[in-house]
T-cell receptor, first 108, second 116 residues
Framework: GESVGLHLPTLSVQEGDNSIINCAYSNSASDYFIWYKQESGKGPQFIIDIRSNMDKRQGQRVTVLLNKTVKHLSLQIAATQPGDSAVYFCAENHEYIFGTGTRLKVLA | DADVTQTPRNRITKTGKRIMLECSQTKGHDRMYWYRQDPGLGLQLIYYSFDVKDINKGEISDGYSVSRQAQAKFSLSLESAIPNQTALYFC???????????????FGPGTRLTVL
């Protein structure tokens, strides 16, 4: 999972499997969370967001789960594809800190 | 056309030179940001601006300055570049989130700066 201050953790997943990327946050006042995807050589790009009045939100092949009790956020990618290979960052609305991110490697 | 553009995309310069990186946006957002990214690491906030008259320092503002010339333009300057400022620099814009300070951000393509 993602933590501020550590070098980039890597998650390797077989093509077609589901991926789960985790993120912990510390600010109890945070009530809006965003996942970004950064492909090599490009700027981060918005994937999905969730507000604190929800526990789950689904997009196209992606689902974000929010557990406010333990201050934990996860991004699930269904049927992972080679194009999903990237670094994934979580962010929250009271902080500008993106953390180190998690590198997702999709194995053929 | 891209909503957030950065110029130049690549720049090589020497220690002690003054460098300006420029950012323009057509999204109509009031909020703009400059980030730095070192290899294998996350994004670090250098400066942010909530409108033309509001400029704020981020985590790592030392050695950098900014200018918000208009709603659409936000420039980052390195007054006297040093080698450890070699990095990838991103500009971003955002709308307010409605509940807090930082909303969904839209990033430019980045400027790769090398200081020799």
């Amino acid at each position: 999972g993602e933590s501020v201050g550590l070098h980039l953790p890597t998650l390797s997943v077989q093509e077609g499997d589901n991926s789960i990327i985790n993120c912990a946050y510390s600010n109890s006042a945070s009530d809006y969370f965003i996942w970004y995807k950064q492909e090599s050589g490009k700027g981060p790009q918005f994937i999905i967001d969730i507000r604190s009045n929800m526990d789950k939100r689904q997009g196209q092949r992606v689902t974000v789960l929010l557990n406010k009790t333990v201050k934990h956020l996860s991004l699930q990618i269904a049927a992972t594809q080679p194009g999903d290979s990237a670094v994934y960052f979580c962010a929250e609305n009271h902080e500008y800190i993106f953390g180190t991110g998690t590198r997702l490697k999709v194995l053929a | 056309d891209a909503d957030v553009t950065q110029t130049p995309r690549n720049r090589i310069t020497k220690t002690g030179k003054r460098i300006m990186l420029e950012c323009s946006q057509t999204k109509g957002h009031d909020r703009m940001y400059w980030y730095r990214q070192d290899p294998g690491l996350g994004l670090q906030l250098i400066y942010y601006s909530f409108d033309v008259k509001d400029i704020n320092k981020g985590e790592i503002s030392d050695g950098y300055s900014v200018s918000r010339q208009a709603q659409a333009k936000f420039s980052l300057s390195l007054e006297s570049a040093i080698p450890n400022q070699t990095a990838l620099y991103f500009c971003a814009t955002s709308e307010p989130s409605g509940t807090g300070d930082v909303g969904k951000q839209f990033f430019g393509p980045g400027t790769r700066l090398t200081v020799l």
